[in-house]
């Protein structure tokens, strides 16, 4: 193979020649990666300039995290990793967390970092932004390499991008010295050394023996549940789950990201029977979703006392039993499960017990009928109820719409309120609870979906990414961001207890305007004091496509703390006494 040389050490001049830069552009076209996230700067911006001018769109955020979240995000959607393209040292650790938070998330992502020269680095002899990326990301995340040699691009994207998107997917770092965009190779042999990447997430079929065994377990329940996670969303094998659900006659429970695989309103959903179901089924089995916090590990109180047998859905094998026993473990890709299942359960499957269905549906009605009222309430200053119950018709009006949500009461209230009608169209903070993913997720939504995006933030949630609207303003983008504004963390109506001037540590300025920010950078802005008046707002940004900023007027005492998880916060034994 040739060699790539230095700049210091040219190849003969009649050759044609290649360099660094093309061939990282030309190895992402070939394999299908045609958006980058990111911040240019020393040593990527010609980068991003020549691939802007090969085809690639690159967008520029204001901050890696945004950018970071937003790649992170376009791998959720689309099961190609999302790309993500940061400077050295600062760079790189402002797009880390998103790498991290998209490897919790099982999100495929990659971050790729221009880094400084390993000669200098490695002395530690004060490089420009000198650090040691490569081990720095690697606990972060599933993969991580590094290129040195421009005839090696070729293999370093192929390793990056199966790493990412094969079995359970994830965030992998890609490390690119600044000397790499510069060496010059022969083109033909810089081609031939690009690597198509041939079959990235292969198929995992699931053992015969575990798939009758899932389905023994499940013809012996007799209350039956079905819980979705967002690696069922990720999937896209939506018909298959749809099948599979029908087919079963059993209540499913879709956990946040995967609302809308079957709409929230289908006779089966379970999502406003939550404690009923997960307290008194017998069988459950998990698609995609991982019995962590977030289904309280499968035990404890939230599970009842009844004994219950698990069914788990995988594609990690060591998922199985990480919390509790698993008596079926299936492990293998959704696609290839359900379909498995569906088979094995052939033409005369016995629905759940008709008893079983009818004490679901009475709680789910019991529930919709308290919640009815609070929704249509047209109080001003508007609680939350008031402003989510006019935001839920214009979602069910628009259904292909991407609803983006972050806060705390502003996220709860949200998830619970809106109905979700399609596949993949509620986006928010994933298995951290992290804040700050809303604007990068909403570019995201918008850009690689080409659908309008409502955004519905906390405002402390939004200070996290709210430059971002000028990053939105100016790619257009169809985005609507209402900001749930009380004031402050969970409730603006905190007192300082040490009793000096300084305001309370959760209370951000009273009153605050975040709609005039947008007014900056061209786009609509809108104060909304009435569910009338948000409604108004949001229809015309939603129809017009322009970039809008709506902030609603929340009551600051409406919240509570922590939305619905201030059970997490520590408590002193001491306050017990
Ligand atoms: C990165 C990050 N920092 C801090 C937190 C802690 N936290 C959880 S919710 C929240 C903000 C909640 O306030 P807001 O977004 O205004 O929602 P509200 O409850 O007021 O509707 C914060 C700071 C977090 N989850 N993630
Ligand atoms: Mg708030």
């Not at 990412?164 to 022969?186: E, I």
């Not at 809308?260 to 998990?286: E, I, N, Y």
């Not at 269905?357 to 609070?374: G, L, Q």
């Not at 939504?445 to 609207?469: H, R, Y």
Request: some cysteine; hydrophobic content about 45%.
């Amino acid at each position: 193979m040739t060699q790539a040389t230095t700049v210091k050490e040219q190849p003969a001049p009649d050759q044609e020649l290649t360099d660094g830069f093309h061939l990282v552009i030309e190895a992402m076209k070939l394999n299908g990666l045609t958006t980058i996230y990111g911040v240019p700067g020393i040593p990527i911006t010609d980068l991003g300039r020549m691939a802007q001018a090969a085809g690639i769109r690159v967008l520029s955020f204001r901050h890696e995290q945004n950018a970071g979240y937003a790649a992170a995000i376009a791998g959720f959607l689309t099961k190609k990793p999302g790309i993500c393209l940061t400077v050295s040292a600062p760079g790189f650790l402002n797009g880390l967390t998103a790498l991290a938070h998209a490897t919790t998330n099982c999100f495929p992502m990659i971050l790729i970092s221009g880094s400084s020269e390993r000669e200098v680095v490695d002395l530690q002899q004060g490089d420009y932004e000198e650090m040691d990326q490569l081990a720095i990301a690697k606990p972060l995340c599933k993969a991580a390499f590094r290129v040195l040699h421009a005839q090696d691009i070729g293999i370093g994207f192929a390793r990056a991008i199966r790493a990412a998107v094969s079995g359970r997917p994830g965030g992998v770092y890609l490390d690119l010295p600044a000397k790499l965009f510069g060496q010059v190779m022969n083109a033909e042999a810089g081609r031939k050394s690009l690597v198509k990447v041939i079959d990235a997430a292969p198929e995992q079929i699931p053992s015969a023996a575990a798939v009758k065994r899932a389905l023994e377990v499940l013809k012996s329940a007799k209350r039956p549940l079905i819980v979705l996670g967002k690696g069922a969303a990720y999937a896209q094998a939506d018909d298959a789950i749809k099948a599979l659900v029908e087919k079963s006659g059993a209540p499913f429970l879709p956990m946040s990201m995967a609302k809308g695989l079957l709409p929230d309103t289908h006779p089966q959903c379970a999502g406003a029977a939550r404690s009923t179901v997960l307290k008194d089924s017998d069988v459950v089995m998990l698609i995609g979703a991982r019995l962590n916090w977030l289904l309280s590990h499968g035990k404890g109180k939230t599970w009842g006392e009844a004994p219950k047998k698990f069914i788990q859905i995988d594609i990690e094998p060591r998922e199985m039993d990480s919390n509790i026993e698993i008596a079926a473990p299936l492990v293998g890709d959704i696609g290839s499960c359900l379909g498995a299942l569906l088979e094995g359960m052939g033409g005369k499957w016995a629905a759940a017990p008709a008893e079983w269905m009818s004490a679901i549906k009475a709680k789910r009605e019991e529930n919709v009928a308290k919640m009815a009222p609070r929704l249509m309430n047209n109080n001003s200053p508007m609680d939350y109820h008031g402003a989510l119950g006019v935001l839920r018709t214009i979602i069910k009006e628009r259904p292909d719409a991407i609803l983006v949500n972050e806060g705390a009461n502003a996220l709860d209230l949200t998830r619970g309120v809106i109905d979700i009608h399609q596949p993949r169209k509620r986006l928010d903070v994933g298995t951290w609870g992290v804040m700050g993913i809303g604007m990068g997720s909403a570019i995201a939504a918008a850009v690689e979906t080409g659908k309008p995006v409502l955004a519905i933030e906390g405002d402390s949630a939004f200070g996290f990414c709210g430059m971002e609207i000028e990053t939105i303003c100016r790619y257009k983008l169809p985005v609507c961001v209402v900001i749930l504004n009380n004031d402050g963390i969970y409730r603006g109506t905190d007192v300082n207890r040490g009793g000096g001037s300084d305001p309370a540590t959760t209370v951000f300025v009273k009153g605050a305007r975040y709609d005039r920010m947008i007014e900056a950078f061209g786009g609509v802005g809108v104060n909304a004091t009435t569910p009338d008046e948000l409604k108004r707002a949001v229809n015309a940004a939603m129809d017009s496509g322009q970039p809008t900023l709506v902030n609603a007027v929340i009551d600051p005492a409406a919240g509570s703390e922590s939305g619905r998880i201030g059970n997490l916060n520590p408590q002193s034994a001491l306050r017990k006494k």
